[in-house]
């Protein structure tokens, strides 16, 4: 069983060593819960540290942390209270972005995209916090930055290299070559989820490696800029400056928040000079483009664009696969084919929010037992069976039109009009398909809004759409090939996106 990370001393201590009373805690916690339990919502996910005054639990999500205050503060509570001293209030901690991660793992690791997997994890944002004696919400002081081998950083070994990351893995690795060919300036983009904090923080790790003497930092741009302006406040900004700009490596994720800050932009801008002036190396991560980010300054894109500026793509569906199956067994569970499918087409291709449907389930497995198995139904039950509006007002049967035409191409006019080409005939299928599932409209409401005279028509286009989605059949999207499944996914994003 792997230690926690013990962050402050307690006083009178017992007659065992700190670590070792840490262990005892554990070891007690998992008796209470059973080994199933505890491997799955604490050997590889939530991490205990004892402080002076409390006993924490740091959780990857806050799911997580609903579920482990709801189902576990109590023998938490009981197991600390065997071994500890006084009685300690017990707090649980959040990092909202943050990804499950092995406590044993902690002092050398990072997660990821596999094995133990991506998704923006460790970001240097404050801890909220909610007690369980009493469960009230409170602030925890900020967690200390990210910046040694110790801090669990995400690893290049875990990383799923796929062809639609494998330019950004590659030149993420040589950034961290030590043989002098690496490269200086990186700058990656791509959509949330995809694995880009992951790639910057195994730079940062790999380097560590290779030379422990050097200065490396990664920060979230967010950080970057509160830092900054507390510097201004306090008249420390030559510190500041001294902190980032002689480091052998700066990795700045989320760098796209600096839009519309003039100042921290500037900053920034300076300090790529500095940095590449010593020779140094700069990694940056964004959700877009630099060309794209609106309200950047063209001098500090025109360095964003002098380093090399690769894009992230989404995951494919192989890759997408493989990767719900290593959530899986890391959880110690497997999940037949088709439910792995099922997961798939309704998380869209965010790796993060894949990971999240995954712990979900097996959440759900681990109540239920066996009495459902581990097929769709039990997927099914877990996550329900469609997605909604998240914007608390109905679907309108224009904007699911709407968003059918922006993902398959094909024309308004020609979705509602007679045309029988195949395209048209599929997409006419989908939007009968969401309109049934995210409005309250009848067939006959849909086939009328379709420019249909008999609702028969559209009952039987979804039926068959429906076909294609059992058997997982390929689709030609807008710009790409798709599953029936995935199509339904990106359209129901793409319905969302029109509302809001």
């Known amino acids: 069983m792997g230690p926690s990370t013990l962050v402050t001393e307690f006083p009178s201590a017992p007659t065992v060593a700190d670590h070792d009373l840490l262990e005892l805690i554990q070891e007690e916690l998992r008796v209470r819960i059973g080994d199933r339990k505890y491997a799955l919502w604490f050997g590889a996910n939530a991490r ?12 990857p999500t806050q799911f997580a942390a609903d579920w482990i205050g709801k189902h576990f503060s109590g023998s938490l509570n009981e197991s600390a209270n065997k071994y500890l001293p006084g009685k300690r209030p017990l707090t649980i901690g959040v990092h909202p972005k943050a990804s499950p991660h092995r406590p044993s793992d902690c002092a050398a690791r990072g997660d990821a995209n596999g094995g133990r997997v991506t998704h923006d994890d460790a970001r240097d944002r404050g801890v909220e916090e909610r007690s369980t004696e009493p469960r009230t919400i409170r602030s925890a002081p900020p967690l200390a930055p990210r910046e ?59 380097l560590k490696e290779l030379q422990p003497s050097a200065k490396v930092r990664y920060v979230t741009a967010e950080q970057f800029t509160n830092e900054y302006i507390a510097a201004i406040r306090e008249g420390s900004i030559e510190r500041f400056r001294k902190q980032t ?23 920034c801008q300076h300090t790529i000079d500095a940095i590449g002036f010593h020779g140094a190396r700069m990694v940056l991560a964004s959700d877009a483009h630099p060309r794209q980010v609106a309200k950047f300054s063209a001098a500090l894109v025109s360095r964003f664009l002098s380093g090399m500026v690769v894009r992230v793509d989404d995951p494919d569906r192989a890759t997408r696969l493989a990767l719900a199956e290593r959530f899986a067994l890391r959880r110690g569970f497997s999940l037949a084919p088709a439910a792995i499918a099922t997961i798939i087409d ?104 379709l420019g249909r005279s008999s609702h028969s028509t559209i009952h039987a286009a979804a039926a068959r759409f429906r076909a294609l989605v059992d058997e997982s059949r390929v689709i030609a999207a807008r710009t790409d090939h798709l599953t029936a499944g995935e199509l339904i996914e990106r359209t129901r994003r793409e319905v969302l996106r029109v509302q809001s």
């Open 148 to 206: 040694g081998v110790g801090s669990c950083w995400r690893r290049f070994e875990d990383f799923l290299v796929a062809p639609p990351n494998r330019l950004a893995y590659e030149s993420a690795r040589q950034v961290a070559d030590v043989d002098g060919n690496h490269l200086r300036l990186l700058f990656l983009h791509g959509s949330c989820g995809v694995g880009k904090t992951h790639l910057l923080q195994s730079i940062c790790q790999r």
């Open 346 to 449: 309704r998380t869209g291709t965010s790796i993060r929010e894949l990971e999240g449907a995954v712990m979900t389930v097996a959440a759900f497995a681990a109540l239920e037992g066996d009495s459902i198995g581990r097929g769709q139904v039990l997927v099914e039950r877990a996550l329900g069976r469609s997605v909604h509006s998240r914007v608390g007002r109905p679907v309108r049967i224009a904007e699911i039109l709407q968003a059918v035409c922006a993902t398959t191409g094909v024309e308004r006019e020609d979705l509602v009009g007679p045309g029988r080409h195949r395209r048209v005939v599929t997409a006419r299928g989908l939007a009968a398909h969401l309109a049934r599932e995210m409005t309250t409209l009848s067939f006959p409401e849909i086939a009328s809004a």
């Open 245 to 267: 700009r002689r480091l052998d490596l700066l990795a700045i994720d989320d760098i796209h928040f600096l839009a519309s800050k003039t100042a921290t932009q500037a900053e």
């Open 48 to 59: 205990i540290d004892i402080l002076a005054r409390e006993i924490r639990v740091t959780a």
